[in-house]
C-alpha cells in the first residue's frame, strides 16, 4: 500500500505522537500502516476511496482507526488516558492539515 505525500506526512505525526507512548519511530510507521492496511479491508475500501469522501466521513475513518490502534497498544501495557492523549495530538495534527487543506 502506497501512500501520497500528504498521507505519508499524517503518518508521520501520527508516528510522533505515539513516540511519546514508548515506541520508536519506525515501529509506530509499521503499527499505523498495518492499521490502515486493517481498517480498510474490513470496510472493503482503497486509501483512494477514502480520500473521495466528505471530511466528515474521513474523520470517522480515521477516529475508527485510532480505536483499532488503541486496543493494538493498549495490549502492550500502555495505559488508555496516555494513549487516547497521543490520539487526540495526532487529531490536532489532522485537523490542522484540513484546515490548510481548505485554503
Known amino acids: 500500500m502506497g501512500f501520497t505525500p500528504r498521507q505519508f506526512k499524517l503518518v508521520q505525526a501520527a508516528a510522533g505522537s505515539l513516540e511519546s507512548l514508548g515506541i520508536a519511530r519506525e515501529e509506530a510507521i509499521i503499527l499505523i500502516s498495518n492499521s490502515i492496511q486493517e481498517e480498510l479491508t474490513a470496510l472493503g475500501l482503497t486509501m483512494e476511496q477514502v480520500d473521495a469522501k466528505s471530511r466528515t466521513e474521513r474523520f470517522a475513518f480515521i ?10 497498544i493498549h495490549t502492550r501495557g500502555v495505559m488508555l488516558g496516555q494513549i487516547r492523549a497521543a490520539m487526540e495530538e495526532f487529531m490536532e495534527a489532522l485537523r490542522q492539515s484540513w484546515q490548510e487543506e481548505t485554503r
Open 63 to 72: 477516529r475508527t482507526l485510532a480505536a483499532r490502534m488503541e486496543k493494538t
